[in-house]
């Protein structure tokens, strides 16, 4: 009986995708990418492979993304991300005014 009931067991979908996301933080947090064209090639085949999947991208993605949108001189982009972390992840809106408040620029 147990082993009926187990092999008819549904495996559990993961809540985020999170297909070589960490193996790439990782490498950009030890410094080992240096392209950030080739950056946001990777993360945007990324979203494209958890789109497909029918998962939702994981906590930091999007403002990771807007931070390699920040090392291309694309600030109104990287502010868009920004706020779309914080719409998606409320528990960072601290973190996140915080950066969007350091990228205006400073009153003389």
Same mark, same amino acid.
């Given at each position: 009986?147990?082993?009926?009931?187990?092999?008819?067991?549904?495996?559990?979908?993961?809540?985020?995708?999170?297909?070589?996301?960490?193996?790439?933080?990782?490498?950009?947090?030890?410094?080992?990418?240096?392209?950030?064209? @080739?950056? &946001? !090639?990777?993360?945007?085949?990324?979203?494209? #492979?958890?789109?497909? /999947?029918?998962?939702? $991208?994981?906590?930091?993605?999007? @403002?990771? &993304? !807007?931070?390699?949108?920040?090392?291309?001189? #694309?600030?109104?982009? /990287?502010?868009?991300? $920004?706020?779309?972390?914080?719409?998606?992840?409320?528990?960072?809106?601290?973190?996140?005014?915080?950066?969007?408040?350091?990228?205006?620029?400073?009153?003389?």
């Amino acid at each position: 009986l147990a082993m009926f009931i187990t092999g008819c067991a549904q495996p559990v979908k993961p809540l985020y995708h999170w297909d070589g996301y960490q193996r790439q933080i990782y490498e950009h947090l030890k410094g080992e990418v240096q392209d950030p064209f @080739a950056q &946001l !090639a990777q993360l945007q085949t990324f979203a494209d #492979r958890a789109k497909a /999947a029918g998962n939702a $991208l994981p906590p930091g993605y999007r @403002a990771h &993304l !807007a931070l390699v949108k920040l090392r291309l001189g #694309r600030d109104a982009e /990287a502010a868009q991300w $920004l706020e779309a972390e914080k719409a998606s992840f409320p528990e960072s809106a601290p973190y996140m005014d915080f950066l969007l408040s350091r990228m205006k620029p400073a009153k003389p």
